[in-house]
């Protein structure tokens, strides 16, 4: 393996820059905290200098352009489904009657929203600031619902935002179609007059109104 020096000789690059290069690699694990750069890095490292200087980009565009050309199946990018995203195939769920919407909760729904996802919000106020002056009757029955899929369950629950003085959403993912508090998550949570979670809010309400007045019939 050539020298930090030999690779600043060849190439008439910096050490900095080379050790950025080497932190790149590091940070997508293709090369260890103690490793030094082989013949093949280092001709990666030649690629980013060439799209460095023909393109005008910055060292980190070139230097990443280069190494995902060369290392792609090999890096470990990071990858996590974002709020925007499962709000909007939850949407989606909803749209195309995947999951079925209530909100008319029994007695069981009634304990795990009200007394349990509410007085946790209270219990997160002591600590948390976006929560603070939460009380456990902050509860909305107007903005709550109860999402049922086959093997999954979503809670939509109505909150009182004490900072903002306005109702919020919050969205709760349960897996399997009964409440386990081990397996339940918080999504995401926000004001309701507004975006995804105001376009969820008005699907919730017109699929459960459909739903209750076809229960009826």
Known sequence: MPTVNEIIEMTDQKRGTVEQFRNELQKHKIIG?????????????????????????TWEESMNRAIQEEYGEQMHLPFHWTNEIILKQLTHAIETGAVQVTNDLNEEDFF???H????????????????????????????TFKLTGKDFLY?????????????????FYNEGVEFNIMRCKHICGGFSDKGRLHELWRLCCEKSQRNNKLALE
Not at 118 to 142: H, M, Q, R, W
């Open 155 to 171: 809670y939509v629950v109505g909150k009182y935002n004490h900072l903002t003085k306005s109702e919020d959403i919050h969205i």
């Open 33 to 57: 905290n103690n490793q030094s750069l082989d013949n093949r890095a280092v001709e990666v490292f030649k690629k980013a200098i060439l799209y460095k200087d023909s393109e005008q980009t």
């Open 116 to 143: 349990l996802i509410i007085d946790n919000f209270k219990e997160l106020s002591k600590t948390v600031d976006a929560y603070k002056g939460s009380f456990g009757t902050d509860g909305n029955p107007i903005t």
């Open 112 to 114: 795990v929203i009200y």
